[in-house]
């Protein structure tokens, strides 16, 4: 977890305007998104998160569980 932050935090310090991911880890993802949320800049996630909260700075490609749920054929 502390890599994860020294991670992020160092690309913050490149001047990223925009951070993907993390694409697997449902343990990460959540402090990359606080970061980010923090600091104002997109969070851009790729996967499937049943419990996600949409933020202000959040971008998930995946729709909501809500609209999945109702799709029909």
Sequence with gaps: MKNCFLTV?????DS?????GPQQSHEIS???KSICDEKEIP???????ASQNRSACGINLYPHPAT??????
């Design 43 to 49: 969070n851009i996630q790729t996967r499937y998160d």
């Design 9 to 13: 935090c160092g690309l913050l310090d």
């Design 68 to 73: 999945l749920s109702k799709v029909r054929n």
């Design 16 to 20: 990223v305007i925009a951070i993907f």
């Design 30 to 32: 959540p402090i990359v």
